[in-house]
């Protein structure tokens, strides 16, 4: 037992004497690397330059922020993973005291220029000169940069509320010639990080990613994520009431002909005028779909259009004087539209006005969805 603890003592003691870091080691080592190898940013990092640099990168979202319907542009937060080896920086550890990493500022390395394609802003490329960049002794470059993310989304509103949406994120990355720099995607990292803060709205119902190369175009990576709106806050807020709305359009005909009628339609129209402006302001722009709820709000406006002129027109009838005589070809269309049953219907014949709405409004109540 002695014997295997003096051991110990004199392999930790001799490995810590070995490996002891100190800032003269970091000192050189730094100004080996940036001083006397003159090691140049502007240099692609491969001691053959004929060879492309090998780029890998992931994409890790911590918060869905928000995806705005109005303008087409989803938000969210989270870090983009970048590694590459950089052959221009390498190192033996036990020249320098057992240094396997130092961090260093990305304006003194080479890096690449990694954009995103359909980002809101100005295209301009990912990160900071002020972040630190990770090496490692064997050339290997980690570069975590975080970023608050907006990218434009092209929406389909079709089955709103029961729409899914197919939103990307689109990496390229840029070089003097295509095939200098090539971008993959890695594979390892999870897209949704643990602790993910959801969306109260949306639900992220699966991810996909490719690697694209077009010919004379650079590489590209593409993550996409698939939302499903919940749809209950929305039929309930917006879907019940315009289906009630609908029903109590019916019973126009059952209110007693009046200013308090054409009150009534008039009501119900600029209301289903509000609704479909209401839709119109929250669908995007950024769409070529119509949504079957528009579609269906435009017939009941139409619908309800021609409820307030025939109204208006059972109004004035109303005002008239009690009997009024029918021509003959009036009367025929009248008692096939009203389903009367008259002896002889070639003589002009006399109704009060009270009957012709009444008719109207029978008519128009029982057979209003027909």
Not at 38 to 63: C, E, F, G, H, W
Request: with cysteine; hydrophobic share 45%.
């Amino acid at each position: 037992m002695h014997k295997i603890m003096i051991f110990l003592v004199i392999y930790f003691i001799f490995v810590s004497s070995l490996y002891s870091q100190t800032l003269n080691d970091t000192k050189t080592l730094r100004s080996n690397i940036f001083t006397v190898q003159a090691y140049d940013a502007t240099i692609r990092p491969r001691l053959d330059q004929s060879k492309p640099v090998d780029v890998n990168m992931s994409l890790s979202l911590i918060a869905f922020v928000q995806l705005n319907e109005a303008e087409g542009k989803l938000i969210t937060t989270g870090y983009v993973n970048i590694h590459w080896t950089d052959e221009l920086l390498t190192w033996s550890p036990e020249d320098y005291g057992g240094i396997r990493q130092i961090f260093v500022p990305m304006n003194l390395i080479w890096r690449p220029h990694l954009f995103l394609e359909n980002a809101i802003e100005d295209l301009t490329p990912l990160g900071s000169e002020d972040m630190l960049a990770q090496i490692f002794y064997n050339g290997t470059v980690h570069w975590l940069q975080y970023q608050l993310i907006e990218t434009t989304c092209t929406l389909d509103f079709t089955y709103y509320p029961y729409d899914t949406q197919n939103c990307l994120f689109k990496f390229i990355v840029w070089s003097i010639h295509t095939d200098d720099v090539r971008l993959y995607r890695d594979f390892g990292p999870t897209l949704l990080r643990d602790g993910f803060d959801r969306h109260g709205i949306w639900d992220i119902t699966a991810i996909a990613s490719e690697n694209i190369k077009k010919k004379s175009a650079p590489h590209e990576v593409v993550i996409g994520l698939i939302f499903q709106r919940k749809p209950a806050f929305y039929v309930l807020n917006m879907i019940v009431p315009i289906v009630l709305l609908a029903l109590l359009n019916k019973f126009t005909f059952v209110v007693p002909v009046g200013g308090d009628r054409i009150a009534f339609t008039v009501t119900a129209w600029l209301t289903y005028v509000v609704y479909l402006t209401l839709f119109g302001t929250e669908f995007s722009v950024r769409t070529d779909s119509i949504p079957v709820i528009s579609i269906y709000l435009t017939v009941e406006i139409v619908s309800g259009t021609i409820i307030v002129v025939l109204s208006v027109y059972q109004y004035k009838l109303a005002a008239k004087s009690k009997e009024l005589n029918i021509s003959k070809r009036f009367w025929k269309i009248f008692i096939f539209v009203a389903g009367i049953k008259v002896k002889n219907d070639d003589t002009p014949y006399k109704m009060k006005s009270e009957e012709i709405l009444s008719v109207m409004d029978f008519y128009f109540f029982c057979h209003g969805d027909s």
